[in-house]
């Protein structure tokens, strides 16, 4: 049993003064969000020893690019090497490698042995004075036993109950020791999770030298991919006088591993992980090969639709006023960036966290636009002139018009045009109707070809309280066969593009104003043939 102790007791003590890399706790500084990574930048604290030392460095986001690791250190601090891992043990956690481990383990198995003798004596015990208390009465119940045989026999009752008694306490006092080093043993096999803060399961492990012992600061500088932002915006106008208040706005979602506390943002529309190789032409051969068939899906005019809903918008937060005071834009050659002084909690569970990048008042030009062919209602269009200016990207809008909410829109200024325009939405107010005119349409065939005539009236009606101006389109067909012959007999007055078949109106309507316009075409072509888009 002594022996038993003395081991274990010496396993406890090798533990505790076994040598350990020195661990340390990254905190996240400030990150830089592209479209599908994020550049974080972490520091951390750490006494070295003179000599070389192994740094353990938690709190690092789960997956990191390895090549795009860089540490900062004093310049008496050498970095030997760097290693990215998700499975180094922490200093919490138990190495089962460690022969010391291994012999405390066996000192555990060798103390639950001798605990479970314990307990078996003690339980013999019990039985054996359990049994003396029962037969406590037996000199009632055997009238023939004499004085001396009695005294006797309390005699032998009291001496071996209290030997029993006494050896109960022994192993008591046995069992009380070997729970204390036990309890101590089990302590250094079991994770604190009381001092361990919720990290990730990152780390970095760094081979350092240095020539004199002292604290040092690190800098950590690196790149994940779980991490992305996206624009989008709030379209305000009161009315089609007033400028569009536009809030420029970015989600931004994280799953890095480890919470972004009080952390200064950048957003850049750069992408770091894109191959910048310039392409090389090679020389062009031509060869014989096989025919190859293409299938062509027909084209149709299509206009994004604007869900329009009906409940009131909230009045503008008053912090969205002034949070271009908080953010400066950065147009480099290659993107463009957003700091943001403001700082932000972005946590890591993949949900879209709000950032408010800029508050701009666009001066802008209203029409309405009208396609009947495609849809019979008016849409609202800002026209914003010069709009590079503002550094806007592709994103989902909001519109908020009149104080109401009316739908959802895109903004892409990824075009050539020198005018953006900015879908606000459907205008209930402004009534069109697209009909066909009977008994100028119809059908004639003259001998081998089939001649079809098509006339339309267009109507619009501005039942609005202001006058508007609209810019109204329709069209008539292109043929590409020459069987295949179209006249147009009547274009409304319209502008005619012959190129495309597009027909467009610049309409004036005064309050309670109705213009019609009416457009007519021919279409000849072989009666035995079928035009299926017709």
């Not at 001066?363 to 010069?386: G, R």
């Amino acid at each position: 049993m002594k022996k038993t102790l003395a081991f274990a007791l010496l396993c406890f003590s090798a533990i505790v003064f076994a040598q350990k890399p020195i661990f340390t706790s990254a905190k996240i500084k400030s990150a830089t969000v592209y479209s599908n990574s994020a550049e974080l930048l972490q520091s951390a604290s750490v006494t070295l020893p003179m000599g070389t030392s192994e740094i353990v460095i938690k709190n690092v986001a789960d997956y990191i690019n390895e090549n795009t690791v860089q540490i900062g250190a004093p310049a008496n601090v050498t970095i030997l090497s760097v290693q990215f891992t998700r499975n180094f043990i922490s200093e919490y956690e138990i190495d089962e490698s460690n022969p010391m481990i291994k012999k405390v383990r066996d000192s555990i198995v060798l103390i639950e042995k001798e605990m479970g003798k314990i307990a078996n004596e003690k339980v013999s015990y019990s039985k054996t004075m359990e049994l003396l208390d029962k037969n406590q009465n037996v000199a009632g119940e055997n009238s023939g036993l004499n004085v001396a045989e009695l005294i006797k026999l309390v005699d032998y009752y009291r001496a071996k109950r209290n030997e029993l008694s006494n050896s109960v306490d022994v192993l008591i006092e046995k069992e009380k020791k070997l729970k204390d080093i036990l309890s101590k043993l089990n302590s250094k096999l079991e994770l604190n999770t009381q001092k361990q803060e919720k990290t990730s399961q990152g780390k970095l492990v760094l081979q350092v030298m240095t020539d004199v012992a002292s604290s040092v600061n690190l800098d950590i500088n690196y790149l994940t991919n779980n991490a992305s932002w996206s624009p989008f915006y709030d379209l305000r106008a009161d009315n089609i006088n007033s400028p569009i208040n536009l809030i420029y706005k970015a989600k931004v979602v994280q799953n890095t591993g480890i919470d972004w506390k009080k952390v200064k943002l950048t957003l850049s529309s750069g992408n770091p992980n894109q191959n910048n190789t310039a392409p090389i032409l090679q020389a062009w051969f031509l060869r014989f090969g096989y025919p190859r068939t293409y299938g062509f899906d027909d084209g149709e005019v299509q206009l994004n639709e604007v869900v329009v809903t009906g409940y009131k918008a909230s009045k503008k937060n008053k912090a969205e006023t002034s949070i271009s005071n908080y953010t400066t834009i950065n147009e480099n050659q290659l993107n463009v960036s957003f700091d943001i002084d403001i700082p932000y909690d972005i946590l890591s569970n993949g949900k879209a966290h709000s950032v408010a990048l800029k508050d701009l008042k666009l001066p802008a030009t209203y029409k309405y636009y009208a396609v009947p062919k495609v849809e019979k209602e008016a849409f609202l269009l800002a026209e914003i002139n010069d709009y590079s200016k503002f550094n806007l990207l592709p994103g989902e809008a909001n519109i908020i018009f009149e104080g109401m909410y009316v739908g959802k829109t895109m903004i892409n200024p990824n075009q050539t045009s020198d005018t953006l325009n900015l879908s606000m939405g459907r205008d209930k107010k402004i009534a069109i109707k697209r009909e066909k005119i009977a008994d100028k349409s119809g059908t004639k065939f003259l001998s081998s070809y089939k001649e079809q005539t098509f006339t339309y009236d267009i109507t619009v009606k501005n039942n609005k309280k202001e006058a508007i101006e609209m810019v109204l389109k329709d069209q008539y067909p292109i043929s590409t066969d020459k069987e295949i012959s179209i006249e147009l007999l009547d274009n409304g007055k319209a502008k005619v593009n012959t190129e495309t078949g597009i027909l467009t109106w610049d309409v004036k309507l005064g309050t309670g104003e109705t213009k019609k316009f009416r457009i007519s075409y021919k279409i000849k072509y072989p009666k035995d043939k079928i035009i299926d888009n017709l």
